[in-house]
T-cell receptor
Framework: AQSVAQPEDQVNVAEGNPLTVKCTYS??????LFWYVQYPNRGLQFLLK??????LVKGSYGFEAEFNKSQTSFHLKKPSALVSDSALYFC????????????FGTGTRLKVLA | DGGITQSPKYLFRKEGQNVTLSCEQN?????MYWYRQDPGQGLRLIYY???????QKGDIAEGYSVSREKKESFPLTVTSAQKNPTAFYLC??????????FGPGTRLTVL
């Protein structure tokens, strides 16, 4: 069965420090991986995706993610956190069966402290 | 939130009522999706449609129904058979690529 795990419910980081939000996945075949951000009472906004190619993917708002096939991980990173980055972050993987279904993690709440 | 609109933003339902949530997109996307979001559970797929006049059940379709008569529209009906409908409902669409784009959501509360 395909799945996505976000092991941390919440991550706290000081403003200006680097941040990492963790995601691991289990999927048959080549993974199609995504990160989304959600602000309170809003829809999800697309940040970045990995389909193929360079393991380091750059996305919106200075975020990047590193695909690690051997560790089946796709951690979200940012070199210097902003208070405005505080939000709920979701990792997702596309189902490899060809149905174009997507499996989401349970989300990680990022809190950036001033 | 792009070219996907959901209405209403807030919806209140009495016990035993059916209610319909609207989702419209002007992105010319073929595929559309409905998700339910509950605290601590992430997003769970209710229904999805790859093309007009065709749709498939997701993981939690019981108590819900959909239609896809037009490419732009994918309304979701929450029926009285859905015993715990209070949640945040998100609609998404996708073109030929893999990225889904989400609407702003509808918060449904049962009174």
């Amino acid at each position: 069965a395909q799945s996505v795990a976000q092991p941390e419910d919440q991550v706290n980081v000081a403003e200006g420090n680097p941040l990492t939000v963790k995601c691991t996945y289990s999927v048959s075949g080549n993974p199609y991986l995504f990160w989304y951000v959600q602000y309170p009472n809003r829809g999800l906004q697309f940040l970045l995706k990995y389909i193929t190619g360079d393991n380091l993917v750059k996305g919106s708002y200075g975020f990047e993610a590193e695909f690690n096939k051997s560790q089946t991980s796709f951690h979200l990173k940012k070199p210097s956190a902003l208070v405005s980055d505080s939000a709920l972050y979701f990792c997702a993987v596309r189902d490899a069966s060809g149905t174009y279904k997507y499996i989401f993690g349970t989300g990680t709440r990022l809190k950036v402290l001033a | 939130d792009g070219g996907i609109t959901q209405s209403p933003k807030y919806l209140f339902r009495k016990e035993g009522q059916n209610v319909t949530l609207s989702c419209e997109q002007n992105l010319n996307h073929d595929a559309m999706y409905w998700y339910r979001q509950d605290p601590g559970q992430g997003l769970r797929l209710i229904y999805y449609s790859q093309i007009v006049n065709d749709f498939q059940k997701g993981d939690i379709a019981e108590g819900y129904s959909v239609s896809r008569e037009k490419k732009e529209s994918f309304p979701l009906t929450v029926t009285s058979a859905q015993k715990n409908p209070t949640a945040f409902y998100l609609c998404a669409s996708r073109l030929a690529g893999d990225t889904q784009y989400f609407g702003p959501g509808t918060r449904l509360t049962v009174l």
